[in-house]
């Protein structure tokens, strides 16, 4: 029963395009939502969040945006660079009660970006 | 990395023996959570703890026990080593306002 979703399970661009990441959950009761990024032989990073409260969220090159009625989010890298290539984690947590700020996780997207 | 450390980073081990990894953190923080990452599932929460001796399961907590005698230190065991737990392993911690893990750079175990 996978309730975060990545169906990509990776993605090419070229150096300077926009790399669009997607992501879709199933639980109605996740409330934040997190991308990490992973290097090889390296822990996954944080990268950005979005709370459910909000539609959008820039940081940078990078924006998530979330659409609750179709509970999709996506990530936005805008322009890519070649230092982006790395695993692309999709996360989300329902922050409330006994949750104790667990993290449930996608299977990740293989970023490339070709110079 | 920012205060977590995981050992072994590699580690070899036969089917059917006890292996612990650990994880240390110098953050005081109070979560901590066990991860593993395989192909085809991201990563998928062992166990946890949300304080000392405060511990629960995640989704794949079978063959997998853990302690938290000191903040500091969160131990994984598996009691009984499988090929299936082949696998890298992932420490986390969390401090209490903020949402984002800090992860160790991981446990690269083979059982054969």
């Known amino acids: ?10 993605l090419s661009v070229q150096e300077g395009r926009i790399s669009i ?3 879709d959950y199933t639980n109605s009761m996740f409330d934040y939502f997190l991308w990490y990024k992973k290097y090889p032989a390296e822990g996954p990073t944080f990268l950005i969040s ?8 820039e940081d940078g090159r ?6 609750k009625s179709a509970k999709h989010l996506s990530l936005h890298i805008v322009p ?14 329902a922050f409330g009660g006994t949750s104790y700020g667990k993290l449930t996780f996608g299977q990740g997207t293989i970023l490339t970006v070709h110079p | 990395d920012a205060g977590i450390t995981q050992s072994p ?32 599932h991201g990563l998928r ?17 079978d063959g997998y026990s853990v302690s938290r005698s000191k903040t500091e230190d969160f131990l994984l065991t598996l009691e009984s080593a499988t090929s299936s737990q082949t696998s890298v392993y992932f420490c986390a911690i969390r401090d209490g306002p903020t949402y984002g893990y800090t992860f160790g750079s991981g446990t690269r175990l083979t059982v054969v």
């Open chain 1, 62 to 67: 990078f924006t998530v945006f979330l659409n």
């Open chain 1, 50 to 57: 979005i709370s459910s409260i909000k539609d959008k969220n």
């Open chain 1, 1 to 10: 029963d996978q309730q975060v979703k990545q169906n990509s399970p990776s």
């Open chain 2, 9 to 40: 980073r590699h580690k070899v081990t036969e089917t059917g023996t006890p292996v612990t990894l650990r994880c240390h953190q110098t953050e005081n923080h109070r979560y901590m959570y066990w991860y593993r990452q395989d192909p085809g």
């Open chain 1, 80 to 93: 890519s660079q070649p230092g982006d290539s790395a695993v692309y984690f999709c996360a989300a947590s």
């Open chain 1, 21 to 23: 990441l997607n992501c």
């Open chain 2, 45 to 61: 929460l062992i166990h946890y703890s949300y304080g000392v001796k405060d511990t629960d399961k995640g989704e794949v907590s």
